[in-house]
């Protein structure tokens, strides 16, 4: 098995309300260090250890599905699951 961990945030070029509002948030908490925020998407999938080619799977997925490509950007981790 394959556990692939997939991460998406907005691109640099694309506002980000929320985490404009969760640094305002935490500036009023008086975490003033804050410089920025970027708010985005994790997911975890487990996939079967018979596919032949899990990047391009996972790509074909993040494009097709799991991302907005237009404003969003991806990056993933696959680590191969050892049954015990």
């Known amino acids: 098995m ?6 998406v945030t907005l691109r640099e070029s694309v506002l980000d309300p929320q985490g404009t509002a969760v640094k305002g948030a935490l ?4 975490f003033k260090a804050v410089q920025d925020v970027r708010i985005g998407k994790y ?24 991302t907005n490509v237009v404003i969003e950007d991806y990056r993933y981790e696959v680590e191969e699951v050892v049954a015990q």
């Open 43 to 66: 997911m975890e999938l487990t996939i079967e250890n018979t596919v032949e080619d899990i990047d391009s799977m996972v790509k074909e997925m993040c494009e097709k599905l799991l």
């Open 27 to 30: 500036h009023s908490l008086d």
């Open 2 to 7: 394959f556990k692939v961990k997939v991460f």
